[in-house]
């Protein structure tokens, strides 16, 4: 048997063609139930990716009026960006780098605390970042600050489905207090397993926003399911 009977073979695997919100006429494949392991063969948007472009399909107006700051310098919702708006600017947070100073040509930013003037940007946009950061409050209060007024914030994070976030850490200073049992996700630059979990959000998190100075904040479902995975999306709005 070659390689490939053998895949068709494997429990899960499905394939089946769909409209990609980020590439239009495509195919979509699941290797497996894993979120993870479903993606536009166009594209490479997975699940999270595609959720967040029809987000900004249905929420952010037309992107080319838009100057757009992404948390990340890789991926599908990257590649729809800088096709779509008017500059796109990236970032990681890379450990040991000054923010706003950039190694090997990425720029690093820490959430808590950007480089960026006020009012630099028309959009900001994150994926499964923001579990991650320590002070996330901070953060939410920093994009906030880099948005224009009108701005708008879109996010997603894994949520629990449930109201109250559960704190899995706290930093202080340089010490990290687990209060639950550490949990890790992988990283693209930092390599699988590499990056704490610092909580567990729920649906509180509209609250966070709100606190953040934001004008309105919700949880949004994408209508178009991807074998069954669909993210909502955190899209919030300043003043
Ligand atoms: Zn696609």
Redesign the pocket.
């Known amino acids: 048997m070659n390689a490939v009977q053998s895949d068709l073979r494997r429990p899960g695997l499905r394939l089946r063609p769909f409209r990609?919100?980020?590439?239009?006429p495509?195919l979509l494949l699941q290797l497996s139930d894993d979120e993870m392991q479903v993606r536009?063969v166009?594209?490479?948007?997975t699940p999270v990716h595609?959720s967040l472009i029809q987000a900004l399909a249905s929420h952010a107006g037309p992107l080319a009026r838009l100057d757009a700051y992404e948390l990340s310098t890789t991926g599908?919702l990257l590649r729809h960006l800088r096709r779509h708006c008017r500059s796109v600017t990236t970032s990681e947070y890379l450990e040991g780098v000054a923010p706003g100073r950039s190694r090997d040509g990425i720029r690093c930013e820490d959430v808590q605390s950007l480089s960026f003037a006020d009012r630099s940007f028309d959009l900001c946009t994150s994926t499964e970042v923001f579990e991650h950061v320590p002070d996330d409050r901070a953060g939410l209060r920093e994009l906030h600050r880099v948005l224009r007024p009108g701005g708008r914030l879109l996010l997603t994070v894994p949520l629990t489905g449930q109201q109250i976030t559960r704190e899995r850490a706290r930093r202080d200073g340089k010490q990290v207090e687990h209060l639950l049992s550490p949990t890790y996700h992988g990283d693209r630059l930092k390599g699988p397993g590499k990056v704490l979990v610092y909580r567990d959000y729920g649906n509180d998190i509209i609250e966070r926003v709100l606190d953040a100075g934001f004008r309105v904040a919700r949880l949004w479902t994408p209508p178009q399911s991807l074998f069954g995975h669909a993210r909502p999306v955190l899209i919030a709005e300043r003043d």
């Open positions: 990609c919100p980020g590439c239009g495509s536009c166009r594209c490479r948007g595609l599908a």
